[in-house]
């Protein structure tokens, strides 16, 4: 009898079928992995697994016994325990407090923390999951607070345990001690549904593979049997082709930085002594262990941080003095790492969006006075259409747009005025095969137009695969920058 | 172990308009029902007690122009509240803003400067908006340099000046020919603001802060002034990414909403009494926190949240001098209402499941 079961589960959005009949098992102490591109129906069978949707037809068994459609109690009840991509922990409480949160009847008198406490501290032991469970959720880092959503889930019994993206927000080294975690959880044990769309992770934790595409499962196989091509081949249902770099002379230097030092607001150093030339046709990239300073060189070549020193030029003119908008008018293109919280506006337009950067400009104002909405909807318009923009149109939502997409109008926005200097700042974290492919096509053709790439990146393969040169960034210092022939220098500096 | 039997709150799918338009009129006939409770409790027949308190509201000229009256400042105070929250700082200070608007009016209108009509009025809004401003500009600095947070500061402000009014009328500003009154000189003729309809105090406030609302609504909608102010109010960050000036933005945002808020102070000095007491606000900048939820902000929305209210607090006025119930019925249906109002925008966008 398999732990978990899914029987010809089909669910319907309107017209659009998010699953067609699937049907899934999963045994007791497996890691399965379920791939597939954004929008394929993964998160809508998780739903429905969870409760949130009732499907339109098909069941669920787990241990044999049929499982409610439609309650998210009765799937905690069953042993399903979810830990979702973007969490779901109240920052001002501790972790013992976020972890028996909605566990404790609202009815009882006291609290149970001390049963709690100790259940905590014997899951934390026999699982390897050290922590704190006193700290505050806000004081934890990423990987941490990851930590915590499994223990949550483990603490209400839970013996399924779904992984939404789980990697997306972690680094390298996180990543690898999620999956000793995994390891440990599976070898007592519990079964892991792990979703992601990231290849190598996927081969590298899974015991089978199944792969959604369009709503359908299309292939079902054994992870010691898959190759990373043919996943993505099953994932797109085509063979999918990354551009390749092709060689060109490197121009006119764009972009330099020379004895650069960078401070935070209370003036703490950030960035110390950093130089750097980014040429014509050149994508240089930045690898690292996130924390090492990558996001304050972001931040200092997007105009936000003014604490600095040192030189810092564009075509020979200095740019040390001036915030976000002066860098955009002088040609600097800026895509940022965290597309919802600095990218979009979510709750305006895409219209609103893709004027968002040059507002008084003539094409988009009147008198530098009023917003030309015509004009900017016919901007909307062109953009959608030239960047292949899945939407409802210029008037809609942003926020409504999928993770793709929304990175396709920061591309469009940054990338139509043509700048010369491009900052790409984990430009397709989180994004699947065939956006990844796309991103990156968009960045060799402005190379090829011209325009000097700096790109910051933790994927060292995507760096090494798109980059005529690589710089390790570490505590702050940056190393010079070397083709990546050198590529044994810069693995080892780096990890 | 035990598992929660919880209630669950999910986000809809889409929101239709139908659900926006329907939710504060689905408000206030819950508000109605919940205080039917509070009147029956009164031995007040429910009918007869909201039929006298819509009858003292609109049921004849004089109730009209009441309504209308003391919808003047509820307008410039929901707009100040509006606009301020729009841009995420929440300013609760409109009421010591209204204050220091009367003030700087009775400075100036009082006789030291004087011009003709024509051009006295649209001085003494401007002075009474930039006192209003100003006033909101330390609370503003604080925020902006220390990060010291706008709710404690603007509300504790409105006590300050409260009693710097106090002081003022109560000394160097009071008005020897009052007979001992605590209040100040009344300002000159041609401060005066003009009524609009004979016998009644109807006065010509209420086309100002119409205007003030169309221009607000214009300002937020078509300019680019106020695609930043929304665009900092949404998205703090990604607005400075994209290289909207944000501290900048903020200081123009207190000044219109404070100024808003000051031009209230300066229509009822100039339109109504004339002269600065201690009582020429019954709460009006707090009342205005209501008129603005109850509108979802929107400047011209304002407008008939403003004339409800005023509506309540008139018609509860003639309600409970006919039959016994006492006039804080008044703050209960508004305080009832703004919590409806908030329940009911929150139902517009998400569904509950019950278990």
């Given at each position: 009898?398999?732990?978990?079961?899914f029987k010809?589960?089909?669910?319907?959005?309107?017209?659009?079928?998010?699953n067609?009949?699937i049907?899934?098992?999963?045994?007791?102490?497996?890691?399965?992995?379920?791939?597939?591109?954004?929008?394929?129906?993964?998160?809508?069978?998780?739903?429905?697994?969870?409760?949130?949707?009732?499907?339109?037809?098909?069941?669920?068994?787990?241990?044999?016994?049929?499982?409610?459609?439609?309650?998210?109690?009765?799937?905690?009840q069953?042993?399903?325990?979810?830990?979702?991509?973007?969490f779901t922990?109240?920052?001002?409480?501790?972790?013992?407090?976020?972890?028996?949160?909605?566990?404790?009847?609202?009815?009882?008198?006291?609290?149970?923390?001390?049963?709690?406490?100790?259940?905590?501290a014997?899951m934390?032991?026999?699982?390897?999951?050290?922590?704190?469970?006193d700290?505050?959720?806000?004081s934890?880092?990423?990987?941490?607070?990851q930590?915590?959503?499994?223990?949550?889930?483990?603490?209400r019994?839970?013996?399924?345990?779904?992984?939404?993206?789980?990697?997306?927000?972690?680094?390298?080294?996180e990543?690898?001690?999620?999956?000793?975690?995994l390891?440990?959880l599976?070898?007592?044990?519990?079964s892991?549904?792990?979703?992601?769309?990231?290849?190598?992770?996927?081969?590298?934790?899974?015991?089978?593979?199944?792969?959604?595409?369009?709503?359908?499962?299309?292939?079902?196989?054994?992870?010691?049997?898959?190759?990373?091509?043919?996943?993505?081949?099953?994932?797109?249902?085509?063979?999918?082709?990354?551009p390749?770099?092709?060689?060109?002379?490197?121009?006119?230097?764009?972009?330099?930085?020379?004895?650069?030092?960078?401070?935070s607001?209370?003036?703490?150093?950030?960035?110390?002594?950093?130089?750097?030339?980014?040429?014509?046709?050149?994508?240089v990239?930045?690898?690292?262990?996130?924390?090492?300073?990558?996001?304050?060189?972001?931040?200092v070549?997007?105009?936000?941080?003014?604490?600095?020193s040192?030189?810092?030029?564009?075509?020979?003119?200095?740019l040390?003095?001036?915030?976000?908008?002066?860098?955009?008018?002088?040609?600097?293109?800026r895509?940022?790492?965290?597309?919802?919280a600095?990218?979009?506006?979510?709750?305006?337009?895409?219209?609103?969006?893709?004027?968002s950067?040059?507002?008084?400009?003539?094409?988009?104002?009147?008198?530098?006075?009023?917003?030309?909405?015509?004009?900017?909807?016919?901007?909307?318009?062109?953009?959608?259409?030239?960047?292949?923009?899945?939407c409802?149109?210029?008037?809609?939502?942003?926020?409504?747009?999928?993770?793709?997409?929304?990175?396709?109008?920061?591309?469009?926005?940054?990338?139509?005025?043509?700048?010369?200097?491009?900052?790409?700042?984990?430009?397709?974290?989180?994004?699947?095969e065939?956006?990844?492919?796309?991103?990156?096509?968009?960045?060799?053709?402005?190379?090829?137009?011209?325009?000097?790439?700096l790109?910051?990146?933790?994927?060292?393969?995507?760096?090494?695969?798109?980059?005529?040169?690589?710089?390790?960034?570490?505590?702050?210092?940056?190393?010079?920058?070397?083709?990546?022939?050198?590529?044994?220098?810069?693995?080892?500096?780096?990890? | 172990?035990?598992?929660?039997q919880?209630?669950?709150?999910?986000?809809?799918?889409h929101?239709?308009?139908m659900?926006?338009?329907?939710?504060?009129i689905?408000?206030?006939?819950?508000?109605?029902?919940?205080?039917?409770?509070?009147?029956?409790?009164?031995?007040?027949?429910?009918?007869?007690?909201?039929?006298?308190?819509?009858k003292?509201?609109?049921?004849?000229?004089?109730?009209?122009?009441?309504?209308?009256?003391?919808?003047i400042?509820?307008?410039?105070?929901?707009?100040?509240?509006?606009?301020?929250?729009?841009?995420?700082?929440?300013?609760?200070?409109?009421?010591?803003?209204?204050?220091?608007?009367?003030?700087?009016?009775?400075?100036?209108?009082?006789?030291?400067?004087?011009?003709?009509?024509?051009?006295?009025?649209?001085?003494?809004?401007?002075?009474g908006?930039?006192?209003?401003?100003?006033l909101l500009?330390?609370?503003?600095?604080?925020?902006?340099?220390?990060?010291?947070?706008?709710?404690?500061?603007?509300?504790l402000l409105?006590?300050?000046?409260?009693?710097?009014?106090?002081?003022?009328?109560?000394?160097?500003?009071?008005?020897?020919?009052?007979?001992?009154w605590?209040?100040?000189?009344?300002?000159?003729?041609?401060?005066?603001?003009?009524?609009?309809?004979?016998?009644?105090?109807?006065?010509?406030?209420?086309?100002?802060?119409?205007?003030?609302?169309?221009?607000?609504?214009?300002?937020?909608?078509?300019?680019?002034?106020?695609?930043?102010?929304?665009?900092?109010?949404?998205?703090?960050?990604?607005?400075?990414?994209?290289?909207?000036?944000?501290?900048?933005?903020?200081?123009?945002?207190?000044?219109l909403?404070?100024g808003?808020?000051?031009?209230?102070g300066?229509?009822?000095?100039?339109?109504?009494?004339?002269?600065?007491?201690?009582?020429?606000?019954?709460?009006?900048?707090?009342?205005?926190?209501?008129?603005?939820?109850?509108?979802?902000?929107?400047?011209l929305?304002?407008?008939?949240?403003?004339?409800?209210?005023?509506a309540?607090?008139?018609?509860?006025?003639?309600?409970?001098?006919?039959?016994?119930?006492?006039?804080?019925?008044?703050?209960?249906?508004v305080?009832?209402?703004?919590?409806?109002?908030?329940?009911?925008?929150?139902?517009?966008?998400?569904?509950?499941k019950?278990?």
């Amino acid at each position: 009898m398999s732990r978990l079961s899914f029987k010809g589960i089909s669910k319907r959005f309107g017209s659009l079928i998010a699953n067609d009949s699937i049907s899934l098992s999963l045994e007791a102490g497996e890691v399965m992995a379920l791939l597939g591109e954004n929008g394929a129906g993964k998160t809508t069978l998780m739903n429905i697994l969870f409760g949130h949707y009732e499907a339109d037809e098909g069941s669920i068994e787990v241990e044999g016994k049929l499982l409610p459609p439609g309650s998210t109690e009765a799937a905690i009840q069953a042993g399903i325990g979810m830990v979702h991509q973007h969490f779901t922990l109240a920052d001002n409480l501790t972790v013992l407090e976020n972890i028996i949160l909605g566990t404790e009847s609202l009815w009882s008198w006291r609290h149970e923390r001390s049963a709690a406490r100790s259940k905590l501290a014997e899951m934390a032991d026999s699982y390897s999951l050290a922590i704190d469970p006193d700290a505050l959720i806000g004081s934890l880092s990423v990987g941490e607070r990851q930590r915590v959503e499994i223990l949550k889930a483990l603490y209400r019994d839970a013996r399924i345990l779904i992984l939404d993206e789980p990697t997306a927000v972690l680094t390298p080294q996180e990543t690898e001690s999620l999956f000793v975690t995994l390891r440990s959880l599976t070898d007592r044990g519990l079964s892991v549904i792990f979703i992601s769309h990231k290849l190598h992770e996927i081969l590298a934790i899974s015991d089978r593979i199944s792969v959604l595409r369009r709503g359908k499962i299309v292939a079902s196989l054994n992870a010691s049997e898959a190759s990373r091509s043919e996943l993505a081949e099953k994932m797109l249902g085509a063979a999918v082709t990354r551009p390749q770099l092709e060689a060109m002379e490197p121009g006119a230097a764009i972009l330099s930085l020379q004895g650069l030092n960078a401070y935070s607001s209370d003036k703490l150093p950030l960035l110390e002594n950093v130089d750097l030339t980014v040429y014509a046709h050149e994508i240089v990239g930045i690898a690292g262990v996130a924390g090492n300073g990558q996001a304050a060189l972001a931040d200092v070549l997007s105009g936000l941080n003014r604490n600095i020193s040192g030189r810092l030029e564009l075509h020979g003119k200095s740019l040390i003095d001036a915030g976000p908008a002066e860098f955009v008018a002088c040609g600097i293109g800026r895509i940022p790492e965290d597309r919802h919280a600095r990218g979009m506006i979510g709750d305006m337009a895409i219209w609103e969006n893709v004027i968002s950067e040059d507002l008084r400009s003539a094409e988009v104002s009147k008198w530098q006075i009023f917003v030309d909405k015509a004009a900017a909807v016919k901007r909307a318009k062109r953009l959608i259409e030239q960047f292949d923009l899945r939407c409802k149109g210029p008037l809609a939502q942003t926020k409504l747009l999928s993770g793709g997409n929304i990175q396709k109008l920061i591309l469009a926005r940054v990338l139509s005025p043509k700048p010369d200097f491009i900052l790409a700042n984990q430009p397709v974290r989180g994004l699947d095969e065939g956006a990844i492919a796309y991103v990156q096509e968009q960045l060799f053709a402005a190379r090829k137009r011209g325009a000097a790439i700096l790109l910051i990146s933790e994927d060292l393969d995507e760096l090494l695969s798109l980059c005529d040169r690589i710089a390790v960034m570490y505590q702050g210092s940056l190393s010079e920058a070397v083709p990546p022939a050198a590529r044994t220098i810069v693995t080892s500096s780096a990890l | 172990m035990r598992e929660a039997q919880s209630v669950q709150i999910e986000a809809r799918d889409h929101v239709s308009l139908m659900r926006v338009s329907m939710a504060p009129i689905l408000a206030i006939l819950a508000t109605m029902v919940i205080c039917s409770v509070l009147i029956l409790w009164a031995g007040v027949s429910v009918v007869d007690a909201y039929a006298l308190l819509f009858k003292g509201a609109f049921g004849s000229l004089f109730a009209l122009k009441e309504t209308f009256t003391r919808s003047i400042p509820l307008i410039f105070t929901g707009l100040a509240v509006a606009v301020a929250f729009r841009s995420k700082f929440y300013n609760i200070g409109a009421e010591g803003q209204l204050y220091a608007g009367a003030l700087a009016t009775v400075f100036f209108g009082t006789g030291l400067v004087n011009l003709p009509a024509y051009l006295m009025l649209p001085f003494l809004f401007l002075v009474g908006a930039l006192a209003g401003g100003i006033l909101l500009l330390v609370p503003v600095l604080l925020k902006t340099r220390l990060k010291v947070d706008e709710v404690v500061t603007t509300l504790l402000l409105n006590f300050v000046v409260l009693l710097a009014v106090s002081y003022l009328i109560e000394g160097p500003w009071r008005d020897p020919m009052a007979m001992g009154w605590p209040q100040t000189a009344s300002i000159v003729d041609a401060g005066v603001l003009p009524t609009l309809v004979s016998k009644g105090r109807l006065h010509a406030g209420l086309i100002v802060t119409l205007l003030a609302a169309l221009l607000i609504w214009l300002l937020m909608r078509f300019t680019v002034l106020g695609y930043e102010i929304r665009a900092v109010g949404f998205n703090a960050k990604a607005a400075e990414f994209s290289g909207v000036n944000i501290n900048r933005t903020v200081v123009i945002t207190a000044l219109l909403s404070g100024g808003l808020a000051g031009m209230a102070g300066t229509s009822e000095v100039a339109g109504l009494k004339g002269y600065l007491t201690l009582d020429l606000s019954p709460g009006f900048g707090y009342t205005g926190i209501a008129v603005a939820m109850l509108a979802q902000l929107h400047p011209l929305a304002i407008i008939p949240a403003a004339l409800f209210l005023s509506a309540v607090y008139v018609g509860a006025d003639s309600m409970s001098r006919a039959v016994n119930i006492p006039t804080y019925i008044a703050d209960v249906l508004v305080g009832v209402s703004v919590l409806a109002i908030l329940v009911s925008v929150m139902l517009t966008r998400y569904r509950i499941k019950w278990p």
